[in-house]
């Protein structure tokens, strides 16, 4: 079985990113219905044409309907099934009982894949949702490779794991610390993270801060391509990134990463060193907060948590791409963060290593020479040393950072 | 009749609910629970059917894939010492108990999923024989939801709310000391007043917020079709859950008594913090709401 590599888009721009970077598969969220409620999320007209566009790549589209609903949210939910069963979505993901039943009802020619929010992390939890006819289950990420190794021997239920991104610091969906502190309810979009807050620990009376920091919930991101190869093996029907909220260039860097070292895989039948560690340095591009392997090794308490959080995100990725001139090797590029004359940059394109190079000269639109590039969005041009399109991406070369 | 399930910790103690409020004691497995551990299982269930009441065991984890022999021996020995019942979180227990043809019943117990009267409806359809709605909805949707589920579901009334389940250790992983961190620890967000208990066992941990407490409605929630009422008085000891059945019983009688009830229990206990089951609110679903 071919293994499928599943991203996020948290818009039309970043699905078009995942698909032309590799990715199998697509997932994002409607207006309605859908956990992430901050990221863009996508009208029923973005839908179908979404939809046409993953299509017409060959590759899958999964909606999200994975709030945990009330009462009020199954108001308009059947027409919206049958909306997307119309465009030709090929499933969604849910987190409720009452849903898979309804889309089976209502819109049979979907697929159901059960949320990471069930946090399904056993076989006899797997059997349950196999007998509500479940095409698929998003399992816990506490799931170690053992663990999983035992699970896909035993069942016939699709398995999709997550392999990249930010963790839940609890069970996904048994969670309400966003509830109690904020109010935003974390099982319906509103999450307010407040698990990577800082807390003082106390035992009765006693204070047992450390001098260093205090405790906090928060996890690191996943980054599991270590054990990625051992994944492969198990034959699970999908990978999946997670982050519906990050950037294009974040999108496309995990997305690359991991299509190559599965691609490795699927034609060799195992990842070299050096592929992993190629692989290793392209992931590493988008990922601005330490990772560990999530639990695939089992857990350990050592590893996982996230002290002082960081507030501030990587700044490598300096521009897009707006337009190229092939007879001058130019592009015109839209600044997004600040580099400078004489700094090596990289140009990030699918399917293909970085191809490097030195800024010796880069113009404004007016003609005029610029030594800084610090005001995004503005319109530079420079020269490329490869061919560069809508999708490719410039990035600082991360030694110099 | 509207059951009334209560925390007790300590075997020594049924006896001494025999004149209680209750009428059915939870009890639990350290292995199998989030709870300390009763010591001996059977003992309780004889103990409890001695003063003619339930015992239901707490079976409240997610259970891990090399877990499930074990726990299925452990759903059999439920059966052999005719347990009346458990409460479980995890759905594969369902389909376990299923597999095992259990006499007792099962109270499906997700804390945080079931927000709507639909779902319910999905699990009854399922066999699911009772299940107990989420605490985190506003009480006229739990009513909803009781009205037309009526006599299947159980709600929590008294006792800290769990906001947080995790496998992670994160005492142990702080301290960098890998120990059992059961009694008595509190977290306290840098910028809160609030202390919120936290317990962590070798299978993870568990992060309670503040006290929830229906005194003043209590009356009015008997009049309504639920199965059953919990008061899971997880952090305390028995002596207190004695106390606050009473109050309990003395709310039953009618608002005023149950105003008159609160007021104890907010005297008696001035350090706590407490949220009224009737104040929980509508929650937002995004920052910009907020």
New interface residues.
């Given amino acids: 079985m071919k293994t499928e590599l599943l991203a996020p888009a948290g818009d039309m721009a970043r699905l078009k990113t995942a698909i032309i970077y590799g990715a199998d598969a697509v997932y994002f969220g409607g207006k309605q219905f859908s956990l992430r409620?901050?990221a863009s999320n996508f009208t029923l007209e973005d839908i179908r044409e979404a939809v046409e566009f993953a299509h017409g790549y060959g590759r899958r589209v999964y909606v999200t309907v994975n709030i945990?609903?009330?009462?009020d949210?199954?108001n308009g939910l059947e027409e919206y099934l049958k909306k997307l069963e119309e465009f030709g979505v090929d499933a969604i993901i849910c987190?409720?009982?009452?849903i898979l039943?309804?889309c089976k009802r209502v819109a049979p020619e979907m697929e159901v894949h059960i949320s990471t929010?069930?946090?399904?992390?056993?076989?006899?939890?797997?059997?349950?949702w196999k007998?509500?006819n479940a095409d698929r289950v998003v399992l816990?990420r506490?799931?170690n490779l053992?663990?999983l190794e035992?699970?896909m021997g035993k069942t016939d239920v699709p398995i999709e794991v997550f392999i990249h991104g930010g963790m839940c610091?609890?069970?996904s969906?048994?969670?309400?610390?966003s509830?109690?502190?904020?109010?935003?309810?974390a099982?319906?979009?509103?999450c307010?993270h407040?698990?990577r807050?800082?807390?003082?620990?106390?035992?009765?009376e006693e204070l047992?801060d450390?001098d260093d920091y205090?405790?906090s919930?928060g996890?690191r991101d996943m980054c599991a391509a270590e054990y990625l190869e051992d994944i492969l093996k198990l034959d699970v029907a999908s990978l999946k990134i997670e982050g519906r909220m990050k950037t294009a260039f974040y999108i496309a860097s995990i997305v690359r990463g991991y299509r190559y070292l599965i691609d490795c895989y699927q034609k060799q039948g195992y990842i070299s060193d050096r592929q992993k560690e190629k692989g290793w340095e392209m992931l590493m591009l988008g990922t601005n907060r330490e990772v560990f392997a999530g639990?695939y090794p089992g857990?350990d308490?050592?590893k996982?948590?996230l002290?002082n959080f960081p507030t501030t995100a990587s700044q490598n990725f300096v521009a897009n791409v707006v337009s190229y001139d092939r007879d001058s090797s130019e592009a015109v590029i839209e600044v997004r963060n600040h580099f400078e004359k004489g700094d090596t940059l990289a140009v990030m394109n699918p399917y293909q290593e970085d191809v490097t190079f030195i800024v010796d000269k880069m113009t404004d639109t007016d003609g005029e020479e610029v030594a800084v590039a610090n005001r995004p969005l503005q319109l530079l041009r420079i020269k490329v040393p490869v061919e560069v399109n809508e999708y490719t991406f410039v990035h600082l070369v991360k030694e110099q950072l | 009749m509207t059951q009334i399930l209560v925390t007790v910790r300590n075997r020594e103690n049924i006896s001494r609910f025999a004149d209680s409020y209750a009428d059915g004691f939870i009890m639990a497995d350290r292995q199998f629970s989030s709870s300390p551990d009763c010591n001996d299982l059977k003992e309780c269930v004889r103990q409890a059917h001695l003063i003619s009441r339930n015992l239901f065991v707490r079976c409240d984890r997610l259970y891990e894939q090399q877990e499930l022999p074990e726990l299925r021996q452990f759903l059999k020995m439920i059966d052999e010492i005719k347990a009346d019942g458990i409460i479980y979180s995890d759905i594969g227990v369902f389909k376990l108990m299923g597999e095992l043809g259990v006499s007792y019943r099962g109270i499906y117990a997700p804390e945080t999923l079931l927000t709507n009267y639909y779902d319910i409806e999905d699990l009854k359809n399922d066999g699911v024989d009772s299940c107990i709605i989420s605490k985190d909805i506003p009480l006229q949707d739990v009513y909803d939801i009781a009205e037309k589920c009526p006599d299947y579901c159980y709600i929590r009334i008294h006792g800290p709310v769990l906001i947080a389940y995790s496998r992670r250790r994160y005492i142990s992983s702080y301290l960098q000391k890998e120990d059992e961190y059961t009694e008595g620890y509190f977290l306290q967000e840098e910028t809160r007043k609030t202390l919120l208990p936290i317990i962590e066992k070798k299978e993870g941990s568990w992060l309670y917020g503040t006290v929830l407490q229906s005194l003043s409605v209590f009356s009015e929630m008997l009049q309504k079709p639920f199965e059953g009422f919990i008061i899971d008085n997880i952090c305390e000891d028995d002596e207190q859950t004695l106390r606050i059945l009473d109050l309990y019983k003395e709310a039953a009688l009618g608002k005023q008594q149950g105003t008159v009830a609160l007021r104890k229990l907010l005297s008696e206990n001035g350090d706590k913090e407490y949220t009224a089951i009737e104040d929980v609110r509508k929650t937002w679903l995004d920052k910009e709401q907020a």
């Fill in positions: 409620s901050r945990i609903p009330h009462n949210d199954f987190a409720s009982q009452a039943t309804l929010q069930q946090t399904t992390i056993n076989t006899r939890a797997l059997s349950y007998d509500k816990g506490e799931v053992k663990q035992e699970i610091a609890n069970y969906g048994r969670c309400t610390i509830n109690l502190l904020t109010n935003r309810d099982n319906r979009g509103g307010a407040s698990c807050w800082d807390y003082h620990l106390w035992h009765d047992l450390r205090l405790l919930l996890s639990f857990f308490i050592s996982g948590q002290y």
